[in-house]
């Protein structure tokens, strides 16, 4: 994840996935402490924050083709999924990793636009 970025583009979005995650793992915030390196450790919680934001994402694997792609549902069942709506090109990964970064941006876009 390129945390960088993502606070960037979306420093709402990321300013409440910040505080989430220090939530979870119960550190003090404080002026010179630089979060980005330490979310970096395990961003997996970040399914969990999107969850509490009623932004749902799945990341599958296609076993006959041999690739993963992801979707996104949100409360008002509203689906993005990348496997039917993108070229090949696009929503095809190799990897979990790949695929749930990408999928964690779009939620980040999708978020700061709802905020």
């Given at each position: 994840m390129n945390w960088n970025l993502i606070k960037e583009k979306y420093p709402e979005s990321f300013h409440?996935?910040?505080?989430?995650?220090?939530?979870q793992t119960h550190l003090e915030p404080f002026e010179e402490f630089n979060i980005v390196p330490r979310m970096r450790a395990n961003p997996r919680f970040l399914y969990d924050f999107f969850d509490e934001q009623g932004i749902f994402i799945t990341v599958s694997y296609?076993?006959?083709?041999?690739?993963?792609?992801?979707?996104?549902?949100?409360?008002?069942?509203?689906?993005?999924?990348?496997?039917?709506?993108?070229?090949?090109?696009?929503?095809?990964?190799?990897?979990?990793t790949e695929a749930e970064e990408q999928a964690f941006l779009r939620a980040f876009k999708i978020l700061e636009e709802k905020l």
């Open positions: 409440l996935a910040k505080w989430f995650w220090l939530g296609d076993r006959a083709y041999q690739f993963f792609w992801w979707q996104i549902t949100n409360e008002d069942a509203k689906c993005e999924n990348m496997y039917w709506t993108h070229p090949p090109s696009e929503a095809i990964y190799k990897t979990r």
